[in-house]
């Protein structure tokens, strides 16, 4: 008995040391509620995009809903659609805890998916356990992994690649049906947590690795094939209700039809940047200049690729071993290669794929890097076990070489750590969140779901930066800049804003993100010395029909629709806070007595101009005609506003037009007393729709088809694959129990 819990103690024990360097590595996020930042730009997609998002996401859970639409943010968005992975299991059992710490916590899980993951394939291939745990350390706290902190989606799909990896290679060896019907589920669970592009670039990588090493054991294609593809079904089949909508808003979003080669190339990997593997700060400018901030700033801080050191000496010697014709050694030398030449783009003569679809629907091909960090990894693990496999006969200095490995080990994580923490420092998330003077104002005066609009963060921030280079590293300027508040920080408190997807490179609506892009860019007026001279009309125009009351700026401007509102001031030379109000706006939902038809470009047109009056008509891109046919008079008010639901009550001395300045998005429904009418396409970008004189009650709600099929899909393949997965392992067990046991097997012998 003792013999086998030592047994079990020595396998679980890596496992046990993977987890304490991660409970090491995240501390203060999951124990004293940090937050980390980019000390260049004082943001990222960590701290002002997904804990946001999450506390939104936790609140849907709390009210039995699933996050599938959110009116907080451009005027609408198909929250769900857009890859915040709110099918993810793992996501609703974190619901009942903050949003810093359930995002602290899925990232220690991922990061030990990483680990565990990592570390089990490498074991697969036959290197030691003390060769597989430096591969593990050097997998999970490296390059992509230290990075994608900021961006949990990615860091998921990375976890989950890994864990495919290892299932790949094991069935290959052991050829277990089981074993391929987990790749699947780990795919689908990738899907519905994970990003696409991680996923595709991932598939591009496990194929290939599959074909390869299933002719290096020589068996024959087919059962190989009929196997991938029953692991892609699966794959697919889980991850449908979050592919099915995220294909929906693809085809209604700006990138839609591919984006170019050139729009993708621009943010590859530069190879005037490779000496970042071992000086991963080295290309960042020290000069406290605009042009020093912009090279600091995004996409720099992800282009980390750092492996530590050791890592890359010991990548190095895996590589040398390659030579020798090495067969891991090779393949992972040829992956390392083929990866970095696909993050490099053009630059390398890699700019040829990214014309093909799906690759062409993504941005920034560096991100690939996590296939190279992995190679480094594998590498640096085959450099390892040619260490622990040297010819020394005595005891002790076997002992010895152990103790050197995990000396090696630990150098290499604290070199990691080190430089991971430069690269995103903790900053207290208890202060961070906290309501500050510009939320508790708004909170205390906007009603009737008026909406706010703010200048891009950046704008405000980088005349700062250049006055006092100190402030770059001062946690509370930061935090006294988040006044502004930034883009998606909103859905902490609840204020409605009709700005948010165009500062993100995310999906955006085609239609809407034009309007959103001309108000949240090219509004802002600015002399060649970067001071703020005022708005255009149009940018007035626009946020006075979507119901913008407040106007958040750290430059005043004077116009004949706005009136100062407060202004916060800072004692740390920061630029005062203004807050603007619109004292001439529109109402987020109104009627009007008639509809005019034009294309979209004679829209646009009208909103330049500002030439209508919008509580008068309304511009639709088809025939109609319905409307007051003389004198019109109306009242509406809002009897519910829900994110997926709207209840407008309307009176009205003649049949006109209900218009609501939200989002037109395929999925919402209207009902006129129960009646399902047409929503029109109004004003470019809105929802309108026809409603009789007399008085009546109108519903939109938001009934997606995709959403709907695709949980279906995801529910029915889930129940499917989880019988399969268990009638197969139970199937393997008792043959395994059978072979294992000699009176059943000579029984079995003499029945044959």
Partial sequence: MKKKLLKILKEVLPFIVGLILILFFFRNNLFNGAVNFNPHVGTNDYMDYYIPVRDLMNDSYKEGKLPIWTSKISGGYPFLAANIGGLYPVNYLLKDLEPQQSYALVLAFHYLLIFSFSYLFLREINLSKTASLFGGVIATFSGFSANEIMHIGML????????????????????????????????????????????????????????????????????????????????????????LPQYEFTNSSTRSGGLTSEEILHYSFPLSDIKSFWDPFGSYSVDNTINGFAQNGWPTDERYVYPSILGLIFFFAGVYFARKKDYFSVIFTVIFTVSFIFAAGGQLGGGVFFSIPPISFFRIPYRIIFVTNFSIAVLGALAIDKLRSWDIKDKFNNRSKLLLVAL???????????????????????????????????????????????????????PVYIKDQKMWTDPEFHKNLRNLLPVYNNLLYDIPKNVGAANSGTL????????????????????????????????????????????????????????????????????????????????????VPRAEKAGPDEILEHFEKVDFEPLQKIYIEEDTDWGAKGGFSATSEFLKYEDTEVVIKTQAAGDGFLFLSDTFYPGWKAYVDGQEKKIYRANYAFRAVEVPSGEHEVVFRYEPESVKLGINVSIGTSIFAGIIFVTALIREWKFTKNRSNPEISEKESLTT
């Avoid at 508790?440 to 704008?459: A, G």
């Fill in 156 to 243: 998921t799909s990375f976890a989950y690649f890994l864990g495919i990896i290892y299932l790949i290679e094991k069935y290959i060896r052991k050829q277990k049906f089981y074993l391929i019907i987990l790749a699947g589920i780990f795919l689908g669970l990738s899907i519905l947590g994970g990003h696409p592009q991680i996923i595709i670039y991932s598939l591009l990588f496990i194929y290939p690795y599959a074909l390869i090493r299933w002719a290096s054991v020589g068996n024959k294609y087919p059962k190989l094939f009929l196997s991938l593809l029953l692991f892609s079904l699966v794959g697919l089949g889980i991850g449908a209700g979050q592919l």
């Fill in 408 to 462: 090696i080990i630990l150098i290499s994580y604290s070199d990691l750590y080190h430089h991971a923490k430069k690269l995103y420092p903790e900053v207290d998330g208890g202060v961070w969140y906290q309501e500050n003077e510009t939320v508790m104002y708004l909170k205390e005066n906007l009603q009737k779901n008026e909406r706010v609009v703010n200048l891009p963060y950046f704008n405000a921030s980088i």
């Fill in 508 to 591: 955006k609506i085609e239609r809407f993100n034009d309007l959103e892009s001309e108000i949240f860019f090219n509004g802002w007026e600015y002399d060649p010395e970067g001071k703020l001279t005022g708005v255009s009309d149009t940018f007035l125009f626009l946020n006075r029909i979507m119901g913008v009351r407040y106007v958040l700026t750290n430059q005043p401007f004077n116009s004949f629709v706005t009136v100062p509102a407060k202004t916060i001031e800072f004692e740390n030379g920061q630029d005062p806070l203004y807050i603007i109000e619109f004292f001439d706006y529109f109402p987020r939902q109104f009627m």
